[in-house]
């Protein structure tokens, strides 16, 4: 299984960006969680958001009602909109898949990984 992450930019504060990743070589994604995960420079990798196979939807409280997930099975391709980006929201961005999709996905230890995407907000 593959992730391919593309969307990130340079953009000023306030602006929006949408994240793509598409997956290859899996079957069935919808019996898949996916997750968005983001590292800062300096810090750990954190989780921002999440979405298990029945298309429930957590969100981290950084991002809770700015940053929407969301996932095409049929493309292959999960998603997140990025609205009203902060300079706090920095940091490389990665696509993630696991095919324990019922689980809590918040805490799920993924087993795909893609190669990251990167987000810059700076005015």
């Known amino acids: 299984v593959q992730l391919q992450a593309s969307g990130g930019g340079l953009v000023p504060p306030g602006n929006s960006l949408r994240l793509s990743c598409a997956l290859s070589?899996?079957?069935?994604?919808?019996?898949?969680?996916l997750a968005w995960f983001r590292q800062a420079p300096g810090k750990e990798r954190d989780w921002v958001s999440c979405i298990n196979s029945a298309d429930s939807t957590l969100y981290s409280d950084s991002v809770k009602g700015r940053f929407t997930i969301s996932r095409d099975n049929a493309r292959n391709t999960v998603y997140l909109q990025m609205n009203d980006l902060r300079p706090e929201d920095t940091a490389v961005y990665y696509c993630?898949?696991?095919?324990?999709?019922?689980?809590?996905?918040?805490?799920?230890?993924?087993?795909?990984w893609g190669q990251g995407t990167q987000v810059t907000v700076s005015s």
């Open positions: 993630t898949a696991d095919r324990m999709g019922g689980s809590y996905c918040p805490i799920i230890p993924y087993e795909y």
């Open positions: 070589g899996v079957n069935n994604l919808d019996y898949h969680a």
